[in-house]
């Protein structure tokens, strides 16, 4: 892989109770469990960074394979659920779920750049095999 870009972040504390940063301090926040694992919910945490990360990731690649396919992806959209379960290891994993929507472009077009963005997204190339990523299309 020929580096792009690189993104530098320093987590400090204790874990996922604890502070992130980036190098650039564009992000600078505190981190805190989710509730459903004991944690008072005031902060962020990892999987809600991860989700809108790969929301905004997998968009992006959604709108160059449209571009280039000449369809209309104005009013598009992505949401993403990141689920984190355990495993039957005993350790922890993670789910994907990505909605998109896409309001101006036929299903059956949908589904072709829905499935071409997942080709190009790095989240997705990054995540293949190794966790379960669903894609859906929004009833528009």
């Known amino acids: 892989m020929k580096t792009i870009y690189t993104a530098e972040a320093l ?3 204790d874990g996922r109770n604890g502070h ?3 190098s650039d301090g564009k992000v600078d926040l505190d981190l ?6 004991g944690g008072s ?5 990892p999987e809600q960074l991860f989700a809108a ?3 905004a990731c997998f968009h992006s ?7 280039q396919a000449g369809a209309d992806v104005t009013g598009s959209a992505v949401g993403a659920r990141v689920s984190l379960g355990s495993t039957d290891a005993g350790g922890f994993g993670l789910a994907v779920e990505l909605e998109v929507s896409l309001p101006d472009v036929d299903d059956a077009t ?3 750049l829905v499935d071409k963005a997942h080709e190009v ?11 379960d990523v669903t894609l859906t299309l929004a009833d528009d």
């Open 53 to 55: 990360g790969y929301a």
């Open 11 to 13: 987590a400090t504390g």
């Open 32 to 37: 805190d469990m989710p509730t459903e694992l």
């Open 121 to 131: 997204c790095p989240y997705s190339n990054a995540t293949r095999g190794n966790i």
């Open 41 to 45: 919910g005031v902060g962020t945490n």
């Open 20 to 22: 992130a940063r980036t």
């Open 61 to 67: 690649a959604l709108r160059l394979v449209a571009g």
């Open 110 to 112: 949908a589904k072709t």
